[in-house]
């Protein structure tokens, strides 16, 4: 059974919360504040499991909360930092935003991505002892983690994609040019799931076949099988179309070529506008008067595709044809990766809420405060440069700093947000 699309719901570890505490010790007189900071909450992860080709572990689980980190102690003891949650996803799925639909992470170059970010902890009391404040009893409280709901969709890796109606030898031929076993049966839907298999052509030229089945007529509007598994060779850089040319099913291989491409061009132009060999399968079975060659390959040429005539079950021509696909290849561009076009900063930018903020000076320092800032910061490590530059990017881009300035905040004033304090500059 293959699952290949699944909404989640995924949420990382809150940070836990700074502690106030002081130093009470026999003979030391002022012991002064010791209260630890608190743990950072765990990340949700995602990793590639090779040995995976469906989703079919989050069938019926769909909700993933990572653990909070520790709250801090006395004595200065850090709260303990909380384990990432891992979720292991099979190579080739799309990790979409589930409101929008936009792309967050396209799981195909095999590294750990991090999917929501553990809340940082926050800071104990000893952090705000100041010569003026030498008492402070109060800490900081531990950021949010993040939390979102995606949609993992998983589109196959594979070089070539072998397209027909059902029964017309797909699942043969695969089972002929690599080591895989699909059922195969005299019956339409024998293959209700894609099936991979990697085809080795010599000298080094290796390849990914998808068979992928349930393409019919009306397949991208529902019918059949539905148009579920067309995902699977969206990324298929050569198209492999096999038809029955035998007539003894009494089929117009034209009329099939046709009606296939149709249902192809239906889900997605780009995916029928791919380079196309067409395998005119059960060559050897050719009857007489049923089968027009030269009215078929007539029609062949006019469309500019590649033929070539093979029997899946006695292996005629399939080497020629496993060399030919190897060689179109080569001219090829690679596999197609999806480029992210959803970034953390639309969470803040897409809410409309999310631009009202509270400016105030208190004594010539201009305090801003925004919910929707604060649980920002929880996921920005203001040590590290490209983390820094991704929080001001976001304050600029929701109209913060426009703000400010309409306050009357000038180059050289100092801004607080939650204890980080910076000079203002245009």
């Not at 639309?346 to 004594?363: A, G, M, Q, R, T």
């Amino acid at each position: 059974m293959i699952i290949d699309k699944v909404k989640l719901y995924v949420k990382a570890g809150d940070g836990g919360n700074g502690c106030v505490s002081f130093r009470r010790e026999k003979y030391v007189s002022h012991g002064g504040p010791d209260g630890g900071d608190g743990g950072n909450g765990g990340n949700i992860i995602l990793e590639i499991d090779e040995g995976e080709n469906t989703l079919l572990r989050y069938k019926y689980h769909k909700k993933f909360v990572a653990n909070n980190g520790g709250d801090g102690m006395k004595s200065k003891f850090h709260g303990k930092t909380a384990e990432d949650l891992i979720l292991k996803v099979p190579l080739g799925t799309v990790v979409k935003d589930a409101e929008s639909g936009r792309i967050i992470k396209d799981m195909s170059d095999k590294e750990p991505f991090v999917l929501c970010k553990g809340g940082r902890g926050g800071w104990g009391n000893r952090h705000f002892s100041t010569p003026t404040r030498q008492i402070p009893r109060f800490a900081k409280s531990g950021m949010k983690g993040e939390e979102r709901e995606v949609i993992f969709e998983l589109k196959m890796l594979a070089d070539v994609g072998l397209v027909g109606f059902p029964n017309v030898g797909k699942s043969m031929l695969l089972s002929k040019i690599s080591a895989a076993r699909p059922k195969i049966a005299n019956y339409e839907f024998t293959t209700l799931s894609p099936n991979l298999g990697v085809v080795d052509a010599g000298e080094e030229n290796s390849f990914v076949v998808a068979d992928i089945p349930g393409i019919i007529e009306g397949a991208s509007e529902g019918a059949g099988l539905g148009h579920e598994f067309l995902r699977h060779i969206d990324r298929c850089r050569l198209l492999i179309h096999i038809v029955d040319v035998s007539g003894m099913t009494g089929r117009d291989a034209v009329e099939d070529i046709e009606k296939i491409n149709a249902e192809l061009a239906d889900y997605s132009e780009d995916l029928a506008s791919r380079p196309q060999i067409i395998a005119a399968n059960k060559s050897d079975m050719i009857e007489e008067g049923n089968f027009d060659k030269d009215a078929f390959e007539e029609y062949i040429k006019s469309k500019g595709y590649e033929l070539m005539y093979i029997s899946a079950l006695t292996g005629s021509n399939v080497k020629e044809l496993i060399h030919r696909a190897a060689a179109k290849l080569k001219e090829l561009p690679p596999l197609k990766v999806y480029e992210a076009d959803y970034f953390p900063e639309d969470d803040v930018l897409d809410d409309k809420n999310n631009h009202d903020i509270l400016i105030k000076n208190v004594n010539g320092v201009y305090v801003v405060e925004a919910e929707w800032i604060y649980n920002l910061m929880g996921s920005i490590n203001f040590e590290d440069y490209e983390s820094l530059m991704y929080f001001q990017k976001v304050l600029k881009n929701a109209g913060v700093f426009d703000k400010l300035e309409k306050y009357g905040v000038k180059d050289g004033d100092t801004v607080s947000l939650y204890d980080f304090e910076f000079d203002f500059v245009k």
